[in-house]
């Protein structure tokens, strides 16, 4: 491995565990709004 590919190698990886973060944090703000619309509707149909 050259060290040119050790540092893309790191670039990927950093970049790979920001982008799982990033679609964690999406997927969980996706299900507290929906939380919170069903929570609306649900005062609604009451």
Not at 2 to 9: A, N, Q, T
Not at 16 to 43: C, F, R, S, T, W
Request: net charge positive; proline share 2%; charged share 15%.
């Amino acid at each position: 491995m050259h060290p040119i590919e050790i540092v893309f190698g790191k670039i990927l990886g950093i970049l790979g565990v920001l982008a799982g973060i990033v679609v964690i944090a999406a997927v969980a703000l996706l299900i507290a709004v929906v939380v919170l619309i069903v929570k609306e509707i649900m005062k609604e149909i009451k």
